[in-house]
């Protein structure tokens, strides 16, 4: 996994996009041509960042402040972020909410119009196809963000199921969201800085809800989400509107808030605690191992009719045989597969994501650990080239959240 | 980074002074690369003098890396070879290998580094020095790229 030093920055590049097979152990001029540019590309390069192929798309890990920088201006100001290479996808027709109940764990019936929460796409076996914020604007019109890496998967996976659905005379259609981009605003200057940009009182609109309204002049799509633990908001804008926005926004922060690129998105969304798709859950891990159950809902478990309910059903009443976990750890930042031993040297899991954490200036990971070695505090080992270092289970996230909630 | 990496040229240039010849920066990122030293493709520098060769990781190297976080080292007395890797710097961003651009036994490690692993950031060609090398086989310096050379191959490689 490890890239000597003349992979310079390319690392992290495959850390990222394991989820893109195709993007691994590309070096710098991983044919560049080929990769998918958002609207504000010229804006990135203007502004010093550093273009990487993720996921298929020519993307800023970082621009002029350094990762480090990054994170913590993120916590103590503001970020914005150009997140356009995740998919917008609307699900419309009178019987959407039963067809996308058939292919997600979470309660979608039961969300109230105009709110979203984070819900697992899963397959027969109950493993994760993709996790994606999925929001009922209207009984009859849904709107969900999947990862970039996933797109091809996911949209084939609900096509093939919609016209299943459509041919048993089920009413339900797409509209991939192409024409728009997608704009992460994260931080506490967030809020602040996008009331100067919109009439509505954004006081009044609390984590997970969802708002169509204009800012800066353009028709945008706003969700009180994301994916930092900070308060803050995705937006997704006409595409022709992106870059104008993008400056109203630094602009207005009085330069506060920093373009930041994808390098301190992922330090930022390790110290909240939260998954990325590719590295910490996979087709074959459940939502129930991912510690997700929480995102299944009340009524979805009492009567499952979700792809791989029998297996997920199970395990919660059973219990999982392994779980996600979190851990802190001496030593050199684990990363990634390295082994995770009990205190007598017993493999018992693997870590899928860690790294220095600029906040808290140590280091942070996650990782899968066998059931009953997942109790915070569980003293464990980490081996790392070879060789070993203490770590112990601890709860997540790391860094408190800080989202806006009445 | 920019500005710290800016910073950073300026002191060492100013330490140039006195134990080498001007440094010289890379056009477009700024980096030092300091004249009397041999570089490796993979981005390490050597310094012979005498009987010992130090080796570190260039200014082009630590700038791209970003903050070092942890450097992993080897034991005085185990042997490198050349082109093979002796340990790891680990950043915020990545991890990545060291190579030893010189065969030869370890004579002394740079343990201010296990406190201190930011030298490496700050002082790449003085302080954030990695390992001190007898080296087994002189000669490889021959292959290495001089200042000029490493300066170049970094341009080329950034204009990819």
């Known amino acids: 996994m490890r890239g000597g030093l003349w992979q310079l920055g390319q690392s992290i590049t495959r850390r990222l996009a394991q989820a893109d097979k195709k993007t691994i152990g590309r070096r710098c001029f991983a044919s560049d041509a080929d990769l998918k540019k958002t609207v504000l590309y010229d804006f990135h390069v203007v502004h010093g960042g550093k273009m990487v192929p993720f996921a298929g798309w020519s993307m800023p890990i970082q621009y002029k402040d350094s990762i480090m920088d990054s994170t913590v201006n993120c916590r103590e100001n503001g970020s914005l972020f150009d997140v356009s290479h995740m998919c917008g996808l609307s699900l419309k027709g009178k019987d959407t909410i039963p067809f996308l109940e058939k292919l997600v764990i979470g309660d979608v019936a039961g969300l109230a119009p105009g709110t979203g929460t984070l819900t697992v796409f899963t397959n027969e076996k109950g493993g994760a196809i993709d996790d994606s914020v999925v929001t009922k604007v209207t009984n009859d019109h849904i709107y969900l963000v999947v990862n970039a890496g996933c797109r091809d998967k996911d949209l084939t996976h609900i096509e093939e199921h919609m016209k299943a659905f459509k041919s048993k005379g089920g009413d339900v259609s797409w509209h991939i969201h192409d024409e728009r981009s997608l704009l992460a605003l994260q931080g506490p200057l967030a809020a602040p800085v996008l009331q100067y940009l919109t009439k509505d009182d954004l006081s009044k609109m609390y984590f997970g809800e969802f708002r169509v309204l204009d800012i800066n002049g353009a028709a945008c799509f706003l969700t009180r989400t994301g994916y930092t633990g900070e308060d803050g908001f995705e937006i997704s804008v006409p595409s022709e509107n992106a870059v104008d926005l993008a400056k109203a926004i630094l602009e207005k922060s009085e330069g506060k808030i920093r373009l930041t690129g994808l390098g301190a998105r992922d330090s930022l969304r390790l110290e909240a605690g939260l998954c990325l798709y590719g590295n910490d859950m996979e087709q074959h891990i459940t939502p129930v191992e991912a510690g997700l159950t929480w995102a299944i809902g009340k009524r979805r478990r009492a009567e499952g009719g979700f792809l791989g309910a029998d297996v997920i059903l199970k395990q919660i009443e059973e219990g999982p045989k392994i779980r996600r976990v979190g851990f802190f750890s001496s030593g050199p930042p684990p990363r990634s597969h390295s082994e995770i031993q009990d205190t007598n040297g017993q493999n018992i899991g693997e870590i899928t994501s860690g790294g220095f954490s600029p906040c808290l200036k140590k280091n942070i990971a996650m990782g899968y650990v066998k059931s009953g070695n997942h109790k915070a505090g569980t003293n464990v080992k980490i081996v790392i080239r070879g060789k070993s270092y203490d770590g112990a289970v601890t709860k997540m996230p790391f860094v408190p959240t800080k989202y806006y909630k009445p | ?160």
């Open chain 2, 1 to 160: 980074m920019w500005a710290s990496s800016i910073a950073n040229a300026l002191r060492v240039s100013t330490a140039s002074r006195t134990s080498f010849p001007p440094a010289f920066s890379l056009t477009r990122c700024f980096s030092t690369v300091l004249e009397g030293l041999k570089y490796a493709s993979s981005h390490e520098w050597v310094r012979h003098e005498g009987s010992v060769a130090t080796v570190g990781i260039t200014d082009h190297a630590q700038d791209h890396l970003g903050e070092v976080v942890f450097v992993d080292l080897p034991e005085t007395g185990t042997s490198v070879s050349s082109g093979s890797s002796f340990g790891a710097v680990e950043s915020v961003k990545a991890t990545s290998d060291i190579n030893s651009p010189i065969s030869g036994e370890i004579v002394e490690v740079n343990t201010k580094l296990t406190e201190t692993p930011g030298l490496v950031n700050s002082s790449p060609y003085e302080d954030g020095w990695m390992i001190k090398v007898k080296p087994s086989s002189p000669s490889e310096l021959e292959s290495l790229m001089g200042a000029k050379e490493y300066t170049k191959f970094c341009e080329e490689e950034e204009s990819h």
